[in-house]
């Protein structure tokens, strides 16, 4: 399984940004598809996720600013991530839950300053 995402980039505090992943290979649409993030000297920590059948769940510092979604028909799951603060900075990741297995694309930036 292979993760590509794209959509980083540098915003404005308040701004919004778009990220896609899209997954090819052995990818199959049951696999749950989340979004991970890293800041320098941190721990990466769970952004959001979301199952085959629409169920997502988001880490709290994001709730209500963040969707997530996926196009089952395409591989593709988004990020959606309106009012950014420069808090929000960091790697972003896309993961793929396969149960047994897991899979990470190789990360995409987002910075978040004036």
């Known amino acids: 399984v292979n993760l590509v995402e794209s959509g980083g980039g540098l915003v404005q505090p308040g701004g919004s940004l778009r990220l896609s992943c899209a997954a090819s290979?052995?990818?199959?649409?049951?696999?749950?598809l989340g979004w991970y993030r890293q800041a320098p000297e941190t721990q990466r920590e769970l952004v959001a996720s979301?199952?085959?059948?629409?169920?997502?769940m988001y880490a709290d510092s994001v709730k209500g600013r963040f969707t997530i979604s996926r196009d089952n028909a395409r591989n593709t799951v988004f990020l959606q991530m309106n009012s950014l603060k420069p808090e929000d900075s960091a790697v972003y990741y896309c993961?793929?839950?396969?149960?047994?297995?897991?899979?990470w694309g190789q990360g995409t930036q987002v910075t978040v300053s004036s």
């Open positions: 993961h793929a839950d396969a149960s047994f297995f897991e899979y």
């Open positions: 290979g052995n990818f199959r649409s049951s696999y749950v």
């Open positions: 979301i199952s085959s059948d629409g169920v997502s």
